[in-house]
Nanobody, 116 residues
Framework: QVQLVESGGGLVQPGGSLRLSCTTS????????MRWYRRAPGKERELVAS???????NYADSVKGRFTISRDNAKNTVYLQMNSLKPEDTAVYYC??????????WGQGTQVSVSS
């Protein structure tokens, strides 16, 4: 049974930091592209960051220089370190696993709220 479980969300003041984790099971984690998406109220889902099986990364322009995606294949876990948070980062953040052969899996999401 495939599971993706996000954690680490919460309420933080502008300029603060949070670290999201997505712990997975039920598939060969190391071979999957892992991504973080977010959906803000009233907006379309946005791809935030990707990390490929070989370790390469991509980021949305809106988070470059502030967010860092990483993975620990031994723990089947992907992380999103979020620094210098802004109110516009407020959203539900979702973990996603993608494989070119067609495997696509989603977590349940974790709420991140940035407000003073």
């Amino acid at each position: 049974q495939v599971q993706l479980v996000e954690s680490g969300g919460g309420l933080v003041q502008p300029g603060g930091s949070l670290r999201l984790s997505c712990t997975t099971s039920g598939f060969t984690f190391s071979t999957y592209v892992m991504r973080w998406y977010r959906r803000a109220p009233g907006k379309e889902r946005e791809l935030v960051a990707s990390i490929f099986s070989a370790g390469g990364t991509n980021y949305a322009d809106s988070v470059k220089g502030r967010f860092t995606i990483s993975r620990d294949n031994a723990k089947n876990t992907v992380y999103l370190q979020m620094n210098s948070l802004k109110p516009e980062d407020t959203a539900v953040y979702y973990c996603n696993a993608f494989h070119s052969t067609g495997g696509i899996y989603w977590g349940q999401g974790t709420q991140v709220s940035v407000s003073s």
